[in-house]
């Protein structure tokens, strides 16, 4: 969490200014070679956390079909056109499969960078699902 050298100068935030502070979005150009200036923009906490969720099948399990898409689905969420209205929809998850690998994933990493979710996030979702199986065994 970014911390102040005098963090006790600033006043705290009530309820009201906490609820509406940090609604809107972010937006980011990035120049991915072999595409262009693509614009991308940040994800609300539930588009992320349906994103998250989307790793799973309904009845809690671990949905690997799900994992192998998680780039093209996130790219699909964050790059938009000039008026920020999405550029893609989840029809095109299989034609973002037929762009070449280093390309995409080019624009995966900067969409990723400016959303804030790592490898190690989905790591972490396959790290999961693979420990609930055992810890319902017990």
Same mark, same amino acid.
């Given at each position: 969490?970014? @911390? @102040?050298?005098?963090?006790? +100068?600033?006043?705290?935030?009530? *309820?009201?200014?906490?609820?509406?502070?940090?609604?809107?979005?972010?937006? +980011?150009?990035?120049?991915?070679?072999?595409?262009? /200036?693509? *614009?991308?923009?940040?994800?609300? %906490?539930?588009? /992320?956390? %349906?994103?998250? #969720?989307?790793?799973?099948d309904d009845g809690g399990e671990f949905d690997h079909? #799900?994992? @192998? @898409?998680?780039?093209? *689905?996130?790219?699909?969420?964050?790059?938009?056109?000039a008026n920020g209205e999405p550029l893609l929809n989840? &029809? &095109?998850? &299989? #034609?973002?499969? %037929?762009?070449?690998?280093?390309?995409?994933?080019?624009?995966?990493k900067e969409c990723a960078k400016h959303t804030g979710?790592? %490898?190690?996030?989905?790591?972490?979702?396959?790290?999961?699902?693979?420990?609930?199986?055992?810890? &319902?065994? *017990?």
């Amino acid at each position: 969490m970014p @911390t @102040t050298n005098q963090p006790e +100068t600033l006043p705290l935030l009530d *309820r009201e200014s906490f609820l509406k502070s940090g609604n809107g979005r972010r937006f +980011t150009v990035g120049v991915i070679p072999g595409l262009g /200036r693509v *614009r991308i923009r940040s994800l609300k %906490e539930s588009e /992320r956390s %349906e994103f998250e #969720a989307e790793a799973f099948d309904d009845g809690g399990e671990f949905d690997h079909d #799900a994992l @192998t @898409t998680a780039k093209r *689905r996130l790219v699909i969420l964050c790059v938009v056109d000039a008026n920020g209205e999405p550029l893609l929809n989840f &029809d &095109d998850l &299989d #034609a973002l499969g %037929e762009k070449d690998g280093a390309i995409f994933n080019a624009l995966y990493k900067e969409c990723a960078k400016h959303t804030g979710i790592n %490898e190690s996030d989905l790591a972490a979702l396959v790290g999961n699902s693979k420990a609930t199986p055992a810890a &319902d065994s *017990r």
